[in-house]
């Protein structure tokens, strides 16, 4: 599989010393093609906007992070295009819409979305989803 759907956990982790950092380097530095909604940027956004106000990072190193992920090869989905299919997920599977955004692209893309929300993994155990939702702890990254 050449395509892989990463949502802000993984991408966060890549960027910040995290648990799974090194995987996360090594699935954005793979060579997959590395796809995700559109909401990706404002999720990471806020995740070092957070970092910043516990000043564990300067104003200026936060928006430098920020414009080096967002140099990230990603190929972006609008979110709207993929909200239609997220929502009845979301009440199905009690996930919020956030996190079914990249399952649904994964789900449109026929590839494995990676995380390193181990609740939704969990959440989707057992359903059809969980075909396309992966752990981050229990990849290799560059497979």
Known sequence: MNVIVVDASVVAA??????????????LTSGRTL?????????V?????????RREL??????????????LPIHY???AALAGVALPMAIRTGRTV?????????????SVMVT???????????????AYVEWIGQTSGTS
């Open 14 to 27: 890549a960027f910040l010393i995290e648990p799974y950092h090194e995987t996360a380097r090594g699935i």
């Open 35 to 43: 796809c995700a909604p559109d909401s990706l940027a404002a999720e």
């Open 45 to 53: 956004g806020n995740v070092i906007w957070r970092r910043s106000t």
């Open 58 to 71: 300067s104003d200026k190193e936060a928006e430098c992070l920020l414009a080096d992920i967002l140099r």
């Open 77 to 79: 989905t609008p979110s």
């Open 98 to 110: 956030y996190d079914c955004l990249y399952v649904a692209l994964a789900v449109e893309q026929g």
């Open 116 to 130: 390193g929300d181990q609740r939704l993994v969990s959440a989707l155990a057992g359903t059809p989803l969980a």
